[in-house]
Structures are given as C-alpha cells and as structure tokens.
Nanobody
Framework: QVQLVESGGGLVQPGGSLRLSCAASGSIFSVYVMGWYRQTPGKQRELVASITSSGGTDYVDPVKGQFTISRDNAKNTVYLQMNRLKPEDTGVYYC????????WGQGTQVTVSS
C-alpha cells in the first residue's frame, strides 16, 4: 500500500513563498504522472499542477507562472514551489497520481494571510 506524506505548508504573508514536498513509499513512483491538488472550504479538491515521469509539466491557469512542480524519482518525492502567494491560494494541498490511484495522505495546510 502506497503512503503519501505531504509537508512544507504553513502560514505565510501575501507575496511570500513556500515549497511543499510529498514523499511516496511502497510503489514504483517514477512511472506515474504525479499531481498536486488543492482543497478549499466548500469546494471540491482540484488538480493545480502535474508532472509526467519524464518531467513534462502542466498547470491550471490561475497558478501558471506562480507555481512550479518538480520531482526527484530517486527519492520518490514530488515538490511544489509556490511563489507570490495570494490569499486565494489558501487551502490544504495534497499530492497523488493523475488520475488518482492511491489513498490520500493527510495533506499540508497552506494559509496566506497578513
């Protein structure tokens, strides 16, 4: 059973940066497309960024140029660098495959507020 462990969230002021990490265990991580998902109160969890096994990336329009997804297959880890953060980026961030195959981790809370 694959376990996903997200970390790196926190409270940050608008305009600040955070780097999220997600470590996966127990599977062949490198073959999967991986994504970062965001859940905000009252909304469904949404995919905001994805990365293929070879490093091709895709983003939803609101975060293009602001977020950067990357991966280290040797460490079974995917990252999300978030810059110029805005209050609307607040939410719980999760990683998973795209489409989702694994159980969700606990997520990491990102709060953007002054």
């Amino acid at each position: 059973q694959v376990q996903l462990v997200e970390s790196g969230g926190g409270l940050v002021q608008p305009g600040g940066s955070l780097r999220l990490s997600c470590a996966a265990s127990g599977s062949i991580f490198s073959v999967y497309v991986m994504g970062w998902y965001r859940q905000t109160p009252g909304k469904q969890r949404e995919l905001v960024a994805s990365i293929t096994s070879s490093g091709g990336t895709d983003y939803v329009d609101p975060v293009k140029g602001q977020f950067t997804i990357s991966r280290d297959n040797a460490k079974n880890t995917v990252y999300l660098q978030m810059n110029r953060l805005k209050p609307e980026d607040t939410g719980v961030y999760y990683c998973n495959t795209v489409p989702t195959y694994w159980s969700w981790g606990q997520g990491t809370q990102v709060t953007v507020s002054s």
